[in-house]
């Protein structure tokens, strides 16, 4: 019997001090102290004990009721200190909404606005080969203008000759060649994705950064409706009132070429720190899709014309929102990237 005694009172206390809730604990009440309990039990076997053993019995169980009485109505005591605690009146703790990266935000918003005038999204690979990369693109092998695009090289065999070594493209411009080598004209493509130079990384460089590439193929385009997809494009990204201006450059793949500005939108073209006080600021590449690069994709020239364009995502985003510095977008810093709804 006094064994038992210790092992149910071992367990009951063992059981309340474990007790999660109110609802626990008064089971636990039911249990150990209830009219069915073991303790009742033990108690209603006092009258066929004898004479001392009962005194004995009866001091024992009932100090075990006792003390597990006590031990729930502590537990229930703190139980209502916590609830205490627990002050209603205070703000709620915010809650954070995950939410689209920047650049993710950004190229989205570009790609959508061609889009809405008939641009499809087409994304390209970014393990490219030398053909894609260079050579269809009027960037011949051992050509001055392949350093321009310093590229990082992968160290797998080539597939045959013509594709060459393979490596990470360099340019969304190869982009270009996959579509025009599958698909017939007429064709309008916006194609956005991660391109990567072995840059040594500064507040202007990364490794890896994003571009966007457009073009579009088909008889009798000309450079007027390059200017004009371009102005709607810009008017719909900067705002209404921001201006173009088209330079001269040169590009291999596209004659004539041009790098296209738009008026500084801090100073409205006044000249002020941001654009080095020329009131310009350089958004992109572009130009009419080289003969050459038609001929390598098998479409005629003389029946075919194309413009194309290349811009940069972290650029663009960069002046838009006026940040300085490039390393910002791939820090992940939580208080960086939730200044940001696009
Ligand atoms: N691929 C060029 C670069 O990475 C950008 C570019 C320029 C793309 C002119 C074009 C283009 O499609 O026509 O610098």
């Not at 033990?42 to 169980?61: C, D, H, N, V, Y």
């Not at 605690?85 to 190229?107: M, N």
């Amino acid at each position: 019997m006094q064994e038992d005694i210790k092992k149910i009172e071992s367990q009951a206390l063992g059981e309340i001090n474990n007790a999660k809730d109110y609802r626990r604990l008064d089971e636990l009440r039911i249990k150990y102290l209830g009219r069915k309990s073991q303790i009742n039990q033990l108690f209603s076997k006092i009258p066929q004990l004898t004479q001392e053993e009962r005194a004995g019995l009866g001091r024992r169980l009932n100090s075990l009721k006792e003390a597990v009485s006590k031990a729930i109505e502590d537990k229930m005591k703190d139980f209502t200190a916590k609830d205490k605690a627990i002050d209603v009146t205070l703000p709620a703790d915010e809650i954070y909404f995950g939410r689209k990266h920047i650049l993710s935000a950004v190229s989205e918003r570009i790609c959508n606005i061609f889009e809405k005038i008939g641009f499809v999204v087409v994304e390209g690979t970014e393990t490219e080969d030398e053909w894609h990369n260079f050579s269809a693109l009027n960037i011949p092998l051992e050509h001055p203008s392949r350093e321009a695009f310093d590229t990082f090289y992968l160290d797998i065999s080539a597939r045959n000759s013509k594709s060459g070594k393979y490596l990470l493209r360099s340019h969304t411009s190869p982009s270009q060649i996959r579509v025009m080598e599958k698909t017939k004209p007429p064709f309008a493509v916006i194609s956005p994705g991660r391109v990567y130079r072995p840059d040594k990384v500064d507040a202007s460089h990364s490794f890896m950064f994003h571009q966007v590439e457009g073009f579009c193929v088909d008889e009798g385009i000309k450079f007027s409706h390059l200017k004009g997809v371009l102005l709607h494009f810009a008017k719909n990204f900067f705002g209404n009132d921001v201006s173009l201006r088209f330079r001269p450059h040169f590009f291999p793949f596209t004659e004539p070429s041009a790098e296209v500005d738009i008026s500084c939108m801090i100073c409205k073209g006044a000249g002020c720190s941001v654009c080095s006080r020329k009131g310009w600021l350089e958004i992109l590449g572009c130009g009419m899709i080289h003969p050459n690069v038609l001929k390598a994709c098998r479409i005629n020239p003389s029946k075919y014309s194309g413009f194309a364009f290349g811009m940069g995502v972290e650029r663009i985003t960069m002046l838009k929102y006026g940040i300085n510095d490039i390393r910002l977008f791939y820090e992940n810093d939580i208080r960086f990237l939730t200044q940001f709804y696009e």
